[in-house]
């Protein structure tokens, strides 16, 4: 069975960091791209950012980029998302998902996600 659990959402201050965390079993991590994608309430879905399986490169958003860095442990089969200078706009359900390949693209073709953690941003 394939699950991706989300752990380190919460209640923070704009301008403040936050890390999130999804541990993944159930597929071969090491093998997948994976990444993160948000929704807010009335908003349509939104990929924030990816990392490759093989060369560990990265896709951000421009709504994030320079604020958010994702990583991955292989060994541990979990994908961490690191959110500095949170505004407000950053508010939302944040899922982990495994993907077909790295890119803004692959958010509309996902194999795998998951429920989601919750982050509030308050000023």
């Known amino acids: 069975e394939v699950q991706l659990v989300e752990s380190g959402g919460g209640l923070v201050q704009a301008g403040g960091s936050l890390r999130l965390s999804c541990a993944v079993s159930?597929?071969?991590?090491?093998?997948?791209?994976v990444g993160w994608f948000r929704q807010a309430p009335g908003k349509e879905r939104e990929g924030v950012s990816c990392i490759a399986s093989t060369d560990g490169s990265r896709w951000y958003a421009d709504s994030v980029k320079g604020r958010f860095t994702i990583s991955r442990d292989n060994a541990k089969n979990t994908l961490y998302l690191q959110m500095s200078s949170l505004k407000d706009e950053d508010t939302a359900v944040y899922h982990c998902a495994g993907l077909a390949y790295c890119s803004g693209g692959a958010f509309y073709d996902m194999k795998y996600w998951g429920k989601g953690a919750l982050v509030t941003v308050s000023s």
């Open positions: 159930g597929f071969t991590f090491d093998d997948h791209a």
